[in-house]
């Protein structure tokens, strides 16, 4: 196992998604190689997946949800350079509709909006350059650079979270939260220390379109703004703000001011694993009304190879978001949702290691809106097998990460 220590001597292991960060005790699922200067390392995962959505709005699928990544990384004098590129089959594995997902909303295809699916992400996800130059001892800045990007908005995306690692499926308040971690041109700039980051982001704040092989380049209207804290090596804490101009194509004259916040907590679990938890408050505000998501998450592993997760989210939804026909569409609902799910890893592979698993979820719609779904209490299931890299060891702190000095990476034993 190899990782960088970058700037102020924090670990890799802290890097989420984009520029966000995760506490320094997060694991890190991913295999490595040196090629002399530079250290490679490729990350991903991918569910294959039965997934079956109850109601009269409902539907089964048989699909594969994934994500991979690679990276670059090499010293550039005192400071370090990363290089990110990041991919998804999905427009093919799922299609341009995407999974099947009661009460899920966001993004449109041929026209319509989509609602009671998740969209798939597009093929490439990022494509991105990171440069971070300490200035001071105990300070550093950063400059991230994409074509396909994330910007200084929302918590660590949902598939880069520890607490989420063993569900594949969105949350329901995703475009209340983290939906802008794919973003077509992304310009970040950063201060931070070993504890506190602040950054602000110039970028596109249009919703990829339903041609998911493309890259939907448009100009730079949208910006955004973060503060995040990491108090200890088990927490970070985050909030943001940021505005977006006309984020959806079937509304073009209508801009989004998006709020949030979010804690992190990565701890120890049960019989030597691990416990991961993430809360975030997430809200969108337009034409003067607002729109709010709670969401908690959180994986406690049963030692090496067993863990149970789980979900429970609250969001206010508009007619129009979830397609009410009859319905005034700026009307708001309040619909909750309960996730519970296990996987066990159930063999070790070369690399990597394959599991399986599922997950059931039970919602809770107001009596308006149950006539739509046919039922006050739509719920559905999803079974699947999950193939990723193994954990990378530890070498000691509290990041499981390897510092890469001068000499080159050292080396430890993955392990699952």
């Not at 350059?129 to 994330?150: H, S």
């Not at 209508?254 to 120890?268: D, I, L, P, Q, T």
């Not at 030597?272 to 505000?285: E, H, I, K, R």
């Not at 709670?294 to 979830?322: H, I, P, Q, W």
Request: aromatic fraction near 8%.
């Amino acid at each position: 196992m190899s990782a960088m220590i970058g700037p102020l001597g924090i670990s890799h292991v802290r890097m989420g998604s984009g520029t966000t960060w995760m506490p320094d005790s997060s694991p890190m699922y991913a295999t490595h190689k040196a090629f002399g200067a530079w250290t490679a390392m490729l990350h991903g995962v991918a569910f294959g997946q039965f997934d079956h959505q109850g109601s009269d709005r409902g539907s089964a699928q048989l699909g594969i949800v994934d994500w991979e990544m690679a990276m670059l990384m090499r010293r550039v004098g005192t400071g370090l350079l990363h290089l990110h590129a990041m991919a998804s089959l999905e427009p093919l594995t799922i299609g341009a509709r995407g999974y099947p997902l009661l009460l899920q909303t966001g993004e449109s295809y041929r026209g319509r909006p989509l609602h009671d699916r998740q969209h798939p992400h597009d093929a490439v996800m990022e494509l991105a350059g990171l440069f971070q130059q300490p200035i001071r001892r105990d300070v550093a800045v950063e400059l991230y650079a994409g074509v396909a990007g994330e910007p200084a908005l929302g918590p660590v995306a949902f598939m880069h979270r520890p607490s989420a690692q063993n569900d594949p499926l969105a949350p329901l308040g995703h475009h209340w939260q983290d939906a802008t971690h794919v973003s077509y041109g992304v310009l970040t700039g950063g201060v931070y220390s070993r504890r506190w980051k602040l950054e602000g982001s110039w970028f596109n704040g249009r919703e990829p379109d339903e041609h998911r092989w493309d890259v939907d380049l448009r100009g730079l209207d949208s910006y955004s703004g973060r503060l995040t804290v990491n108090p200890t090596g088990r927490w970070s804490l985050a909030g943001w703000y940021g505005f977006l101009a006309s984020p959806e194509a079937l509304t073009p004259d209508e801009s989004v001011h998006r709020y949030g916040a979010s804690a992190m907590f990565v701890g120890n679990g049960i019989r030597g694993g691990q416990w991961a938890s993430t809360l975030v408050w997430g809200a969108n505000v337009h034409d003067g009304h607002a729109a709010n998501s709670l969401l908690a998450e959180t994986n406690v592993g049963l030692g090496a190879r067993n863990a149970v997760f789980g979900r429970v989210e609250y969001v206010r939804k508009s007619a129009g978001d979830l397609v009410l026909d009859g319905i005034d569409p700026e009307r708001q609902f309040g619909i909750g949702s309960m996730v519970a799910g296990y996987m066990r890893e159930v063999i070790s592979i070369r690399g990597g290691s394959i599991g399986i698993g599922g997950r059931v979820a039970a919602n809770l719609v107001p009596a308006t809106v149950a006539p739509f779904y046919g039922t006050r209490t739509p719920s559905g299931f999803s079974l699947f097998a999950r193939i990723r890299p193994s954990r990378m060891a530890s070498a000691g702190g509290h990041g499981g990460s390897m510092e890469m000095g001068s000499a080159g990476p050292m080396r430890g034993r993955p392990r699952p």
